[in-house]
């Protein structure tokens, strides 16, 4: 059963104004609920089935945004930074009333697979590490990474301050003077992968995210473009 909402806090949470302003516009006869003009801030509606009209225009109300985007090289993955530009800068005005946020992170030389969203719950249970969600990059280093390091990185390698990372698996795509591998962690670190073949004495040249649990990349995504999550894809996140 979906709880019924105050109607100047479902106005407000969708962008129509802050709750002062909402509740005047509500006072002057300015919102509809189901045809009926209504003048009471306090009136309590059902934002999913009632029919509320801001003037002339439908309130089609949702509580959250599920977004993907390729993240290009250059920027951060913050919600805002004094300094350079964030993944949120890339963002129509469309989503930014519902307040979204990166879930997760990449540095900002890497590129690839970033969900941005304003639910929180569902955020905590994929950064969650009991949860165990798979993050796939694709990895260019300088170096040859034999098939050895394939069991090196399984077992988990030590990083430069001393912890032990959780097993790691490692896919050889060529090995070559600069190798082509996918790998795959569950947890994040800072700067993780790139200190993992660091650990081996090799360094990362290109780093893409390609797939976080069940979400993968839509390669028809540019980078610095995004798209809303499907239906399919919500549930399958949810399911985890």
């Known amino acids: 059963m979906v709880k019924k909402e105050r109607l100047d806090k479902v106005l407000a949470n969708m962008g129509y104004g ?30 999913y089935e009632d029919k509320i009209f801001f003037g002339d225009e439908e309130v089609l109300y949702r509580e959250h945004i599920y977004l993907m985007m390729n ?8 919600t805002d930074d004094p ?6 800068d890339l963002l129509e005005e469309e989503y930014l009333i519902y307040k979204p946020f990166p879930v997760g992170r990449l540095d900002k030389d890497t590129e690839g ?14 950064l969650s590490p009991k949860k165990g969600v798979n993050k796939k990059y694709y990895v260019e280093v300088d170096g040859y990474v034999e098939d050895k390091y394939i069991e090196v990185f399984k077992e988990g390698v030590t990083l430069e301050d001393g912890y032990k990372t959780l097993p790691a698996d490692l896919e050889i795509i060529n090995g070559n003077i600069v190798s082509k591998v996918y790998l795959t962690i569950q947890e994040g670190k800072f700067h993780q992968v790139k200190r993992m073949f660091e ?21 028809s995504l540019e980078p610095g473009t995004y798209r809303e999550l499907t239906e399919t894809e919500i549930s399958l996140l949810k399911e985890l």
């Open 199 to 219: 650990s081996i004495g090799m360094k990362v040249l290109f780093l893409k995210r390609i797939s976080m649990g069940p979400l993968v990349l839509d390669q």
């Open 83 to 88: 300094r350079t530009r964030t993944v949120i």
């Open 71 to 78: 993240k290009p090289q250059g920027l951060v993955s913050s």
């Open 113 to 126: 697979l970033l969900m941005i969203s304003n639910d929180g719950k569902l955020a905590h249970e994929l």
């Open 18 to 47: 802050s709750r002062k302003d909402v509740k005047k516009f509500i006072k002057d006869g300015k919102v509809k609920v189901n045809n009926s003009i209504i003048c009471d801030n306090e009136f309590k509606v059902n934002p």
